[in-house]
């Protein structure tokens, strides 16, 4: 996954500010994970969480299904995540458009077998989605015996870029 995918053509839209890219990772609810099995496309929305300090982001999910396959098996994958900002009217239709902010995220997927790493990536899901809860205080915190039912999996950053169109 070299350069070239993440390469951006309209460069006035493009963002290589890192916060500005982490920010638009750390407030998304969700984004759009993309594979490829044997030519065919799969996408699927995901909740996710960006680790700043391995540079990787975490899903979760069943231990069986497309998206553990496709982590099982090292696969190539896509990220994208985005916010569509105000509707922009125009004299002439080709000109409509709307405002947006987009983040790309290109990388490889494994599954997490180490627990130590699987529950600390189950937190910061946790601590992403439902900030205000607090583990053994509104919910028992994950267990050895979870991760035998929910897969943890770490998608490892080869490249991205931000993208953003103002009025």
Known sequence: MGESLSKMRRKDREITDKDWIVALLNRAGYGVLATCKDGQPFTVARNFSYNTGNHVIYFH???????FEQAESGAKANLN?????????????????VEYKGVVVFGQLSIVDDPVEAKRALQLLMNKHFPKLKPDVDYEATTDIDLKVTAVIRMDISSWSGKEKKS
């Open 61 to 67: 999910g069943a231990r069986k299904g497309r998206t």
């Open 81 to 97: 995540v985005s916010e569509m900002g105000d509707l922009l009217v125009a004299e002439r239709a080709m000109n409509f458009g």
